[in-house]
């Protein structure tokens, strides 16, 4: 084999050796970033749990909704691709985390557009036992429609099939024309379709200022 076949040969075996290493380094990096990730997350909701109060977390990764208190799910909620649209979810979710290591995020206001008149007994039963509240202290409607906001423009809307009436449509008005003013500085917005106890559990325990922790997809 001539000098020049061989430093070609010896030429070849470098890149693809370095390509190898290029590999196993993004590979470990890869690796130590997800630790690092798992890491704070876990830290995150240690420091939810010490509060001994409850605490709402999306889970990206598992694409639902949970109530926690104390680290232990008191709700949870299986959220629907089909019916809310994947690819505005996978916004809302990166848009949640944009910034540093924003895992966790409090509920900044609650807004009910249209309810019923009164919650049946039978639910306010389930209710106050999944909130571990008396049934006769909460508040005896149903949400047909209510919307949670976060900073950053996030906002969760939740739906049933109650036939509810509106809060005030003025104020109902006023609302979305305020959202709109708001809409040029970006917005995520996802829709989500809930049974009404469901709904209701969601609706009285989600108070402005409940933390929101986030465990992103994959």
């Known amino acids: 084999m001539g000098l020049g ?3 070609a040969s010896a030429i070849v075996c470098s890149q693809r050796t370095e390509e190898q290493a290029r590999k196993i380094i993004i590979e470990r990096n ?5 630790a690092e990730t798992e890491y704070e997350l876990i830290q995150a909701e240690l420091r939810l749990a010490k509060t001994q109060k409850p605490y ?5 990764h598992h694409d639902r909704l949970l109530v926690k208190l ?3 799910v008191v709700w949870n909620y299986s959220l629907d691709m089909a019916e809310a649209d994947s690819a505005e979810m996978a916004k809302f979710f990166s848009r ?7 895992y966790i995020r409090p509920i900044t206001e609650k807004y009910l557009f249209a309810a019923s008149e009164k919650t049946p007994d039978s639910i306010l039963a389930i209710v106050g036992e999944a909130v571990n509240v008396s049934p006769e202290l909460l508040q005896r409607v149903v949400p047909q429609r209510f919307q949670l906001l976060w900073d950053h423009g996030l906002i969760l809307e939740v739906r ?5 009436k509106p809060t005030s449509k003025l104020k109902n008005t006023f609302f979305e024309v305020r959202r709109a003013l708001q809409r040029p500085f970006g917005e ?3 829709v989500v379709k809930m049974k009404p106890d469901e709904a209701l559990t969601l609706y009285r325990v989600a108070q402005p200022g409940l933390p929101t922790l ?3 997809a994959g």
């Open 214 to 216: 986030i465990y992103p």
């Open 188 to 190: 995520s917005y996802i």
């Open 160 to 164: 049933t099939d109650i036939a509810g």
């Open 96 to 102: 949640f985390m944009e910034g540093e290591h924003s």
């Open 30 to 34: 890869w690796n130590k970033n997800q």
């Open 56 to 60: 709402l977390v999306l889970d990206a």
């Open 5 to 7: 076949l061989l430093c």
């Open 70 to 72: 104390k680290g232990a």
